[in-house]
Each structure stands twice: as C-alpha cells, then as structure tokens.
C-alpha cells in the first residue's frame, strides 16, 4: 500500500532556530500534500495545503512565514518552522494523496517538536 | 460548513466487549467518509472509508462502519475489542480536497 514517511519523528531545537520536515510518498506520486498540527490531546488542524510546483495554500490564520511548505517534486514536501519559539512546540502530521485524488490519505508518523 | 462531531471523548470498554463509536458529519454533498485510528506519538492509520454503495464498510483489524445518511452518521463498530485496540480514534469527512477531522474519540480498553 502506499506509504508516506516523514523525518524526523522528534526534534528538539533552540528558540529562534529554525527546523526542517520532510514528507516523502516512497511508493506514489502525490500531486497533493497536507500539513497538519495537532495539540496534544486534540484534534488534527489542518495548516496549509501543497500542490507540487506551486505555492501552497494556508488556513487561516496559519503564519505563512513561519510556516514555509515547499512541494518542489512529486514525492517530496518540507515544511520549515523558522524562527521557532516554545509555542510552536507541537506534533506535526503530513498527508499525501496521488492523482485523482480520494482513494485514500496517507499520513506520515509525525514530527514531535520541541522548542526550547 | 463541513463539520464532524464526535460526541464522546473517552470510552472503556472490557476486553471482548463490543464497542461503537459515534460520528455525525455536516457535509452538503454527498460525503466521502474516513475513519482512522491514532496510537500515542504516532500517525494516523486508515481504517476504513466510505465512498458510495454499500453503506456498511468493513475495515481493517475487525472493524466495521454504517454510513446512514437521514441520520449523518458515520459509527464505527467492532464485534469484539482487543487490549491493543486501545488508542484514539478520528472520523473525518473528505471536504474541499482536504480531511476535516473530528476531536477524537480515546478507547481505554480494561481486562
């Protein structure tokens, strides 16, 4: 089946740094990548929607330069957390589809971040 | 606006018991209709999905849902619970391309 993996599972970094998440479709072409937050104990919130080559859509009142999604191929999306601060501490969860959309979302196994 | 409402956040159940959890959805066309379940610290696993026909869909790991649409209701059912049924459980409704998530429904699941 189709399998999404995302690195790293955790990171811990220093406040003002900035960090990396990579979401890769191993076996699929996903044309379309989700990034999701979520706030332990609660519920997925989508952030922004990517579509490969082109600029990702966020939802409102997602900061988009805080939040930099790149979706520069078919199998690979980032999303950089720059300038982090404690409350950006969080886990966060990417999802992919392929062409033709809904035969299923794919999510990767989460990013725990920890800013310190 | 799509919605997703999952009445009960946390449910425990005996070990060999049957379990339902509920699910109601606000969509104005007709729903694609998602159910995954989420282990501490990990990802979310699909268990199963509606689309269209037969409104009763039946999923991985023994698990099984109705899709009853005068009732907008998604419920997910399993026969009989395992201890390592134990974790939450999302339903989700495929709105404008995206999943729109309920809050979580956390199973504890007692010997």
């Known amino acids: 089946g189709a399998v999404v993996s995302q690195h790293p599972s955790w990171v811990i970094c220093k406040s003002g740094t900035s960090v990396k998440i990579e979401c890769r479709s191993l076996?699929?072409?996903?044309?379309?990548m989700f990034w999701y937050r979520q706030f332990p104990k609660q519920s997925l919130m989508l952030m922004a929607t990517s579509n490969e080559g082109s600029k990702a859509t966020y939802e409102q009142g997602v900061e988009k330069d805080k939040f930099l999604i790149n979706h520069a191929s078919l199998t690979l999306s980032t999303l950089t957390v720059t300038s982090a601060h404690p409350e950006d501490s969080s886990f966060y969860i990417c999802s992919a589809i392929a062409a033709g959309g809904l035969d299923g979302y794919t999510f990767g196994s989460g990013t725990r971040l920890t800013v310190v | 606006a799509q919605s997703v409402t999952q009445p009960d956040i946390h449910i425990t159940v005996s070990e060999g018991a049957s379990l339902e959890l509920r699910c109601n959805y606000s969509?104005?066309?007709?729903?694609?209709l998602f159910w995954y379940v989420q282990s501490p610290g990990q990802g979310l696993q699909l268990l199963l999905k509606?689309?269209?026909?037969?409104?009763l869909v039946q999923g991985i790991k023994g698990f099984e849902a109705e899709f009853k649409r005068s009732q907008s209701s998604f419920n997910l059912r399993k026969p009989s619970v395992h201890w390592s049924d134990a974790a939450e459980y999302f339903c989700a409704v495929s709105g404008q391309g995206n999943l729109i998530f309920g809050k979580g429904t956390k199973l504890s699941v007692k010997p």
């Open positions: 076996d699929f072409q996903a044309t379309t």
């Open positions: 969509y104005g066309a007709t729903p694609y």
């Open positions: 509606y689309f269209s026909g037969d409104t």
